[in-house]
T-cell receptor, first 111, second 115 residues
Framework: QKEVEQDPGPLSVPEGAIVSLNCTYS??????FMWYRQYSRKGPELLMY????GNKEDGRFTAQVDKSSKYISLFIRDSQPSDSATYLC???????????FGQGTELSVKP | ETGVTQSPTHLIKTRGQQVTLRCSSQ?????VSWYQQALGQGPQFIFQ???????GRGNFPPRFSGLQFPNYSSELNVNALELDDSALYLC??????????????FGPGTRLTVL
């Protein structure tokens, strides 16, 4: 069993839709949770960074962490074609330690 | 502020050859981590360097080795290349005073193809 599980999709939605992306994990030692966006043939770009449980909002993006369920989510409101990319969840035990990534979910937002 | 840069962008090698990939960390960052990303997969941690010392290693064989220089730039060396080494190699830098600097920022990657 992988430490971090993420549905690879692909996920296709119309422009303006609310997108929900999710990851589950097995190791309760994870404390730091991130979402990265990766465009085709580019490096991952940090979107959201959260410590422990709770919600964090940044513009159209909201990250949620539920440590009791070992479940994290990323919500994208008013999705745009420019949001079309692969979204990677990542987590780590200690600040500055190695990142453990999910497989990535490929998102396509259609105009 | 300059972000993380990597060179070369693309590289084609044959089985058994050796390759060196280079990374310049973001200004002010003293920790560099390397990841391997196979097609359709998430990045896998190879190793991390903090102030020129290896500071953690993933499940990769010894033919994967690295260096960090006094200016915090870094190299990834892979010997005896195998077909399965074909992947995008990502470098990430992070700030920190103790090797636990937090957020990692990624470079654009080097795409290695092994024939």
């Amino acid at each position: 069993q992988k430490e971090v599980e993420q549905d690879p999709g692909p996920l296709s939605v119309p422009e303006g839709a609310i997108v929900s992306l999710n990851c589950t994990y097995s190791n309760s030692a994870f404390q730091y949770f991130m979402w990265y966006r990766q465009y085709s043939r580019k490096g991952p770009e940090l979107l959201m960074y959260t410590y422990s449980s709770g919600n964090k909002e940044d513009g159209r993006f909201t990250a949620q962490v539920d440590k009791s369920s070992k479940y994290i989510s990323l919500f994208i409101r008013d999705s745009q074609p420019s949001d079309s990319a692969t979204y990677l969840c990542a987590m780590m035990r200690n600040q500055g330690g190695k990142l453990i990534f999910g497989q990535g979910t490929e998102l396509s937002v259609k105009p | 502020e300059t972000g993380v840069t990597q060179s070369p962008t693309h590289l084609i090698k044959t089985r058994g050859q050796q390759v060196t990939l280079r990374c310049s960390s973001q200004s002010g960052h003293n920790t560099v981590s390397w990841y391997q990303q196979a097609l359709g997969q998430g990045p896998q941690f190879i190793f991390q360097y903090y102030r020129e010392e290896e500071n953690g290693r993933g499940n990769f064989p010894p033919r994967f080795s690295g260096l960090q220089f006094p200016n915090y730039s870094s190299e990834l060396n892979v010997n005896a290349l195998e077909l399965d080494d074909s992947a995008l190699y990502l470098c990430a830098s992070s700030p920190g005073s103790s090797g636990k600097g937090g957020t990692q920022y990624f470079g654009p990657g080097t795409r290695l193809t092994v024939l």
